[in-house]
């Protein structure tokens, strides 16, 4: 049993390496309402048009403007086919095009395209069917935002689920199904963050030990492995929610760049000290440091999707609830395997060490490609 795990995480730690570790798929779209006409505005990373449209024609790994701007219509046609907006039940029509244009979002460039849709009469409840990249890219997402005279309304778009509607007014029934629609945000984005899955899985494997000097020994009992599970969870909960509501309100906004170095850095430190404990001090302080940093790792959706102070309430305690459901189904899943295991020693010399030293040599990378820009993984 313990060989074939060993082996599961060595397969899974390689084929993670390929992807990005943190930022998942997303695209973002505004849906500005007034009467019968809906401004629509769809920001797409070139890097997911180029995987669906193969825009890199001469192949020099590099997207040029020129080559984005000759497969314009295609993209054009992708979007009209990918992105069904009705209201009231009736399909709205293209009536103008914006010229084509480039944005720059915190994980690189994105082409950009505006729209004016008319509709048949005043828009009382819009419809998106959203399926952009159904068929090439499980994990991706629309994040969307609607506004109008009366209010401001946003929502994760799954490809999946079909169509999504909004209604133009709010009631107990649409704040839970908004509340839901966070919960399963923040679910998805654990989902796809290797890196806050890895520092979690360090953390557990070593939760069943405790300090001897520079060695881990098995602790006695399980209900002292749970103890130190919980503590560290909650330090690590405490921490990023802090840092994620200061971030998704504007008041905290430091280089993404450097924040995903950071979490890279965290991952690291983790499997290290599992190899070899150096960490001064309980290591649930060590857990809550390095949560700060995941707080603004976590703050990248709530922001994309635009969210004004006052509204932050309902989408920081749904993604919250849904980050913390996903932390609580790994511990479910690891812990009362490492607690049937901690005092054997295989458990150390096929789990814990192998496995470590997978995690921090992935970690590494991380590291080195974030901080100094480079690309190892892809």
């Known amino acids: 049993m313990m060989r074939i795990i060993s082996i599961s995480l060595a397969l899974g730690l390689a084929l993670a390496g390929p992807a990005q570790a943190h930022k998942s798929s997303d695209a973002y779209l505004t849906f500005q309402v007034s009467g019968h006409t809906i401004s629509q505005r769809v920001d797409i990373a070139l890097q997911d048009l180029d995987r669906d449209l193969d825009l890199d024609t001469d192949d020099d790994k590099r997207l040029s403007w020129g080559e984005l701007r000759k497969r314009w219509p295609e993209l ?10 009705s209201a009231d039940g009736h399909i709205c029509k293209i009536a103008k095009s914006s010229a084509p244009q480039l944005d720059q979002h915190s994980d690189g460039s994105y082409a950009v395209l505006q729209q004016t849709l008319q509709c048949a009469a005043p828009v009382q409840n819009l419809g998106v069917d959203y399926r952009l990249f159904a068929g090439s890219d499980a994990k991706h997402r629309g994040i969307a ?8 309304q946003s929502a994760v778009l799954v490809p999946a689920l079909g ?9 107990a029934q649409d704040e839970l199904r ?8 923040g679910m998805h984005h654990i989902s796809v963050g290797m890196d ?40 690590f909960t405490l921490a990023h929610s802090l840092t994620l509501g200061f971030a998704a309100a504007g008041v905290l906004a430091p280089p993404s760049r450097w924040v995903e170095s950071l979490i890279a850095a965290s991952v690291l430190v983790a499997a290290l000290d599992n190899l ?19 707080g603004f790792g976590f703050a990248g ?3 994309a999707l635009g969210l004004q102070r006052g509204n932050l309430a ?3 305690l749904g993604f919250n609830l849904g980050v913390e459901l996903a932390q609580l189904l790994l511990v479910v899943l690891i812990l009362p395997l490492a607690i049937a295991l901690r005092k054997k020693p295989l458990y150390g010399q096929v789990l814990v060490r192998p496995g470590s030293a997978l995690i921090g040599s992935l970690a590494l990378l991380w590291l080195l490609e974030r901080s100094l820009n480079l690309s190892l993984l892809a």
């Not at 054009?76 to 907006?85: F, G, M, P, T």
């Not at 935002?145 to 401001?152: G, Q």
């Open 301 to 303: 959706p709530l922001q």
């Open 314 to 316: 309902l989408p920081l």
């Open 276 to 294: 070899r404990p150096f960490v001064r001090g309980p290591r649930w302080l060590m857990v809550a440091v390095f949560g700060l940093v995941h």
């Open 163 to 171: 169509l999504k509607t909004f209604e133009f007014h709010t009631d």
């Open 76 to 85: 054009e046609r992708l979007v009209a086919d990918s992105i069904k907006v």
């Open 145 to 152: 935002r609607v506004l109008s005279p009366s209010n401001e």
């Open 178 to 185: 908004r509340l839901g629609g966070f919960v399963i945000e």
């Open 196 to 235: 806050h899955i890895l520092f979690l899985v360090s953390l557990l494997m070593v939760a069943v030990w405790r300090r001897d000097g520079a060695a881990w020994v098995a602790r006695s009992s399980s209900s002292s492995a749970w103890r130190e599970a919980f503590k560290l969870v909650t330090a």
